[in-house]
């Protein structure tokens, strides 16, 4: 039925919120009713964790949004090959009118949209249900859900709405604050903005006091949207609206916690007795990250070689060097040296392998079923892009390189220098990890690498029809 994807909140009251189904497909499972969840704390943390449970679905962050669909759009992978199996291959030629994208944007848009009413059912429920929860618990369950709306909320912009510097006044999706049945009219891009903004100061405001990752206990709540988290995301949507002053300022919020440390190269390159067991995801770095339980098989599909090698995700040797910049000093670069990976003679992104075994579980050290959500080199690169001169932008951008292997650039560099310095960076470092698309589009880039020439257009996706068709405010 068209209007299961629509944004009205069908879904997630139908199928996620009815008495007679199940709360929310999570561990562990539970057929607790709306009523009875929000009756003690239990339920409401079983609520939330079913939040993150949506958001690791291959629809979302567990593929499409991470190593998937996005990544496919900005171009990290050639899928082009006559076999018509091949994966994301009209993604990759930007055929938006294909039934493969718009397969993909309907399921995104579906899921996301689900996943936002799930959050607005524990907000409104943490006041109405106020007195079964502590203070604490109050703070941050309500907390997480507020960031968790803004986050969602936001990578739908990024995808579906126009570049905020031309599009700032144009219609772009609806920021759903409430649960209901009505169509409701498009936020402007500035809104939607805002919108985001004032959900994660309500968030900042709560989880400041109760959030354990302020004080002390950082390993378990990475994959949690804490504190650190919310003042990343802030930066993200600041520097995405122009606001450099107040990206800069939460940036450094996470950097000077001190928190968040960069890999070392033996981490990233470790083996021991025949078992990898490198850190391809760079742990320490993750300011949020996303638990994806069910990742191998995502992995195995995409980056193995199964036969032909345009039927996977990769890129030619000779592009992975260019990438990386081999032949003018990128050869020591550890994203080139351990995370590309050799299977069936041809070079395999492998940021997403599992290294675990039998006898090393994915539990034991929790480096595998993760893909990341915001990381510290980001926080970084915004400060770079965010400097008064280009002499002080280069010396976060030097930190970065530091830390992959690299020589520092030379701190006389003009802006375009700079801003071309940023973009390689931006695109070795979140290679199959779903943010350079945005990126692309944030800058307004005119091509993309290994892509064609781009016009602004070109980076909006389609809002999907049958919302289109149920919902008559997209009009002028």
């Not at 199940?22 to 079913?50: I, M, W, Y």
């Not at 970084?380 to 932008?393: D, N, Q």
């Amino acid at each position: 039925m068209k209007r299961t994807i629509l944004i009205i909140g069908i879904l997630s009251i139908v199928v996620v919120f009815s008495s007679c189904k199940k709360f929310l497909d999570v561990e562990p499972k539970t057929n607790l009713s709306e009523e009875q969840l929000f009756t003690s704390e239990v339920g409401f943390q079983q609520a939330l964790s079913g939040v993150y449970g949506q958001l690791a679905s291959n629809n979302l962050y567990g593929d499409n949004l991470s190593m998937g669909f996005v990544s496919a759009l900005a171009q990290n992978y050639s899928t082009l090959n006559s076999n018509a199996d091949v994966a994301l291959q009209q993604t990759q030629v930007l055929n938006f009118a294909s039934a493969e994208v718009a397969g993909y944007t309907n399921a995104i848009w579906s899921a996301s949209y689900g996943a936002i009413a799930a959050a607005n059912k524990i907000i409104a429920n943490t006041e109405t249900s106020r007195s079964v929860l502590t203070d604490n618990s109050y703070a941050l369950l309500r907390g997480e859900a507020l960031a968790l709306r803004a986050f969602i909320h936001f990578d739908l912009l990024r995808m579906f709405g126009p570049e905020y510097t031309a599009g700032a006044n144009l219609k772009a999706i609806p920021y759903k604050k409430e649960v209901n049945e009505n169509a409701e009219i498009p936020s402007t891009t500035a809104d939607v903005v805002q919108f985001a903004l004032a959900d994660l100061k309500q968030a900042e405001d709560l989880l400041l006091q109760a959030d354990p990752i302020v004080s002390s206990d950082l390993r378990s709540r990475r994959n949690k949207l804490n504190y650190y988290g919310v003042k990343a995301l802030e930066a993200r949507i600041k520097l995405y609206s122009g606001d450099m002053d107040g990206a800069a300022a939460a940036a450094n919020v996470v950097i000077n916690s001190t928190k968040y440390t960069f890999v070392t190269p033996a981490a990233a390159g470790a083996v021991s007795t025949g078992l990898v067991v490198r850190d391809r995801l760079y742990f320490n770095e993750q300011v949020f990250m996303i638990r994806v339980r069910d990742i191998l098989p995502t992995v195995q599909r995409y980056f193995r070689f199964r036969g032909a090698l345009g039927q996977t995700l990769t890129r030619t040797s000779a592009n992975f060097a260019t990438l990386y910049e081999t032949t003018s000093g990128g050869g020591t670069d550890i994203r080139f040296l351990f995370r590309l990976e050799q299977d069936g003679g041809n070079l395999f992104p492998s940021k997403f392998w599992q290294a675990s075994t039998a006898t090393t579980p994915i539990t034991d050290n929790l480096l595998d079923q993760y893909v990341p959500g915001i990381r510290l080199a980001e926080m970084y690169y915004i400060l770079a892009e965010a400097a008064s001169t280009p002499a002080m932008g280069v010396e976060y951008l030097n930190t970065v390189r530091q830390n992959r292997g690299l020589s520092n650039l030379a701190t006389d560099i003009t802006a375009t220098a700079l801003t071309a310095a940023i973009t390689k960076e931006y695109q070795k470092e979140f290679y199959a990890e779903g943010q350079l698309f945005f990126y692309y589009k944030r800058i307004n880039s005119t091509r993309m690498q290994f892509g064609p020439s781009m016009a602004p257009e070109q980076y909006v996706l389609p809002i999907p029809d049958a919302e289109l068709q149920f919902n008559p405010n997209y009009g002028n």
